[in-house]
């Protein structure tokens, strides 16, 4: 079976703009999590999905934003770029909507310039 | 909320030299997690605990959680350079229907050949 992927694997953009991140999850595998990255810190949870409903949302602006489509993969839109937002974004699935069996993918490197 | 402290921040050994990292929370800990990451990859699983006094093992990598289930330590006998990389420890932090990962910063291990 394939793992968790995301794409694309490295992205680079300008401040103002806005970008789509992309992560399919394991086949059977129906919640999928967002975190992000910050160079020298652990993740910070963003979104969680399940069953196409968002189950839970971190403390993150409004200009983040989610979705889950019927196949439960996942699409997590940042608008409006900051310097900030630099960082390796990471998508999680499971069977569930608990944390057992929390699978990552390789992540996402966000770059804004 | 919930924060995790690991120590030490960063830690670098011979090879076949024994070590431990050590994961704090301020508060009760209810599901602890133990992960290795790759410099700028995704998260590896490593494991799961969830009782008090706990301990598990794996290949040369143990993890316990303390009996008051605030504390745990990841012990690598024998360490090898494939051992190098990020360890993160996570906390289960449910809210209200999602269940989300609290994340230390991580202890960066080096394995010196």
């Known amino acids: 079976d394939a793992g968790v992927t995301q794409s694309p694997t490295h992205l680079i953009k300008t401040r103002g703009q806005q970008v789509t991140l992309r992560c399919s999850p394991i086949s059977g595998h129906k919640s999928v999590s967002w975190y992000q990255q910050v160079l020298g810190q652990g993740p910070q949870f963003i979104f969680q999905y399940y069953e196409k409903e968002e189950r839970g949302r971190g403390n993150f602006p409004d200009r983040f934003s989610a979705r889950q489509f019927p196949n439960y993969s996942s699409e997590l839109n940042v608008n409006a770029l900051l310097l900030g937002d630099s960082a390796l974004y990471l998508c999680a699935s499971s069977r569930t909507v608990a944390n057992y069996g929390y699978t990552f993918g390789s992540g996402t490197r966000l770059t804004v310039v | 909320s919930q924060e995790l402290e690991q120590s030490p921040q960063s830690l670098i050994v011979q090879e076949g030299k024994n070590l431990t990292i050590n994961c704090t929370s301020s508060k009760t800990l209810y599901g602890l997690y133990w992960y290795k990451q790759k410099y700028g990859e995704g998260l590896i699983f490593l494991m799961m605990?969830?009782?008090?006094?706990e301990e598990k093992s794996h290949e040369k990598i143990t993890a316990k959680l303390d009996e008051k289930k605030q504390q745990s330590s990841l012990h690598i006998t024998a360490s090898q350079p494939s051992h190098a990389g990020i360890y993160l420890c996570?906390?289960?932090?449910?809210?209200?229907?999602?269940?989300?990962?609290?994340f230390g910063k991580g202890t960066k291990l080096s394995v010196i050949p």
């Open positions: 996570g906390a289960d932090n449910h809210g209200a229907g999602s269940y989300q990962l609290t």
């Open positions: 605990l969830q009782k008090g006094g």
